[in-house]
């Protein structure tokens, strides 16, 4: 049973830093790609970022480019996404989520597995 716990996230404000991890356990996730979305109230849960678990390839959506970083630890099986330069307009419940892709993901819709979410809040 595959299993994704977020954590790191919080209230900061414009132009702080955030980091949240996501711990996976359950199944070796070699052949994985790993993924975070989120979802602000009332707007539909939206791509950030995904990287692929064996090559390290990445994807990142326009509207985080050059300020989210995400990474992947193998000793700790853990995927990070690094928030900097954080703006009111990304405040959103933040999503890690799996799907047993060797390339990398972008669609809400094709992964299988999805943590429970951490709250993440920039004020002005």
């Known amino acids: 049973q595959v299993q994704l716990v977020e954590s790191g996230g919080g209230l900061v404000q414009a132009g702080g830093s955030l980091r949240l991890s996501c711990a996976a356990s359950?199944?070796?996730?070699?052949?994985?790609?790993m993924g975070w979305f989120r979802q602000a109230p009332g707007k539909e849960r939206e791509f950030v970022s995904a990287?692929?678990?064996?090559?390290?390839?990445?994807w990142t959506a326009d509207s985080v480019k050059g300020r989210f970083t995400i990474s992947r630890d193998y000793v700790k099986n853990t995927v990070i996404l690094q928030m900097n330069s954080l703006k009111p307009e990304d405040t959103a419940v933040y999503y890690c989520?799996?799907?047993?892709?060797?390339?990398?993901?972008?669609?809400?819709?094709?992964?299988?597995?999805w943590g429970q979410g951490t709250q993440v809040s920039v004020s002005s």
């Open positions: 990287i692929t678990w064996s090559g390290g390839r990445t």
């Open positions: 359950g199944r070796t996730f070699g052949t994985y790609t």
């Open positions: 989520a799996a799907v047993s892709r060797i390339v990398v993901v972008t669609s809400v819709a094709e992964y299988e597995y």
